[in-house]
């Protein structure tokens, strides 16, 4: 199972980025896919998480800015944000958890990160 974010890059305040997740392998299902975020310094933290039923759930710090939303045919997450703040600056990993592949089960997944950066 490998996971594989795009998107990221450099934004000014108030502008948007909108990530991407690709999983890959002979993936039969996964349950929840997640967004986490670790600026440098600080320890990882949960941004939004959305459900294998297409619940999505927010950390306070992005409600009403970040929309997360999955595309379980192309096995893809994504992550909009809008209305970007310089405290949004990190790096985003894309997380699978409760992966189900042909042969087995893995509990979680990550991706390699992808950098976002919001600065004039």
């Known amino acids: 199972v490998q996971l594989v974010e795009s998107g990221g890059g450099l934004v000014q305040p108030g502008g948007s980025l909108r990530l991407s997740c690709a999983a890959s392998?002979?993936?039969?299902?996964?349950?929840?896919m997640a967004w986490y975020r670790q600026a440098p310094g600080k320890q990882r933290e949960l941004v939004a998480d959305?459900?294998?039923?297409?619940?999505?759930d927010y950390s306070d710090s992005v409600r009403g800015r970040f929309t997360i939303s999955r595309d379980d045919a192309k096995k893809m997450v994504h992550l909009q944000m809008d209305n970007l703040k310089p405290e949004d600056t990190a790096v985003y990993y894309c997380?699978?958890?409760?992966?189900?592949?042909?042969?087995?089960?893995?509990?979680?997944?990550w991706g390699q990160g992808t950098q976002v950066t919001v600065s004039w």
């Open positions: 997380n699978a958890g409760g992966v189900k592949f042909e042969g087995g089960m893995k509990s979680s997944a």
């Open positions: 392998g002979s993936i039969v299902s996964i349950n929840t």
């Open positions: 959305i459900s294998s039923g297409g619940v999505p």
